[in-house]
C-alpha cells in the first residue's frame, strides 16, 4: 500500500513544494491502513487485479487522512498528536495543513477518475461517486458537523448510531463496497458488503471511543480523554464500559455473520471485526 501511495503523492518540488511535504507527512506518520485493508480484501472476493484495487485503497487513504488532518486543526478538534506524531498543522502551519487536507481530497478523485484504475468508465464513474458520497454531507462531513455541534446539545443513543454510521461508517461502507464496484458485482453482494461495514464500523467506533475513555496516549498515538473533557455523548457514555463492550462484541458477531454467503476467501473478513474490537490503537 506504502509503495502505491508513494507512487500517487506528488514529489516535493517547486515553490509549492511545502504543501506536498504536508501531505506526505500526513501520510506517512503510520496510520493502520485498515481502509485499505477493506478495499483489498473485498476486491479479493470478485479477483480483482491488485493494481486496481490499490489505487482505490489509495484514494480512500487519502480522504481518510484529509479528514485526519482537518479535524486536528485548531477549528475543529484542536490536537498537537496523531498517530503518535505531531500533527500537521503543529508541524507545518494551519495554512498548510488546510491546503494539504484540501489536496489530498482532490487528488483521491484524480486517481479514481484515472483510466489505470479501471477500464470501464462506468465502474470509474460508480467509484467516485460512492467516494463522494461517503465523504459529503450526508455522510463523513455531515457527521463531522453533528458531531461539531454536540457540546452542550444532547444526543440520544439513536442520534449518537446516526453520527458515528455518516462521520466514521461512510468511509468503512465505501471500502467494503468498492472491491465489489471494481469487480462489477451485482447488487446483492454490493448490499451484503455495505451491510458488513455498517456493523463493522459501529463496532470500530464504539472500540475508539473505548480507548479514548481508557486508554493510553503512548499506545493510542493520539490524545485520549477528549469526549469526556468536551462532553460528548459517546456509546460509552450511554451504555457504559461493559455495555459499550458487549454491543461491540455482538456488532462484530453480526458483521461476520453477514457474509455467510461467501465461503474461505471471506475469513480475512470474517475475522477482522473481532481482531479491532481488541486493539488499543
Ligand atoms: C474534518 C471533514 C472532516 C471529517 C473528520 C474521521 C473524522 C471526521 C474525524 C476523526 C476523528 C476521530 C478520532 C474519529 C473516530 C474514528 C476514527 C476515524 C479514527 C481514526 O481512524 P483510524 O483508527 O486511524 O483508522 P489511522 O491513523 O490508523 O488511519
Known sequence: MDRVLDELLPQPHGRHARVQEAMRYAVFAGGKRLRPFLVATSAGLFHVPARQALRVAAALEAVHTYSLVHDDLPCMDDDVLRRG??????????????????????????ILADEETHPSAEVRAGLVTGLAKAA??????????MDMRAPGESHDAEDVVTLQRMKTGALFEFACEAGAILGEAGSAARDTLRAYARDFGLAFQITDDLIDTLGDAGAAGKSVGKDKDQG????????????ARAEAQKLAARAAGRLAGFREEADLLRVLPYRLIDRDR
Open 136 to 145: 459529503g454531507s450526508e455522510g463523513m462531513v455531515g457527521g463531522q458537523m
Open 232 to 243: 460528548k455523548a459517546t456509546l460509552v457514555s450511554l451504555h457504559g464500559i461493559e455495555g
Open 85 to 110: 506524531k505531531p500533527t500537521t498543522h503543529v508541524k507545518f502551519d494551519e495554512a498548510t495543513a488546510v491546503l494539504a487536507g484540501d489536496a489530498l481530497l482532490t487528488l483521491a478523485f484524480e
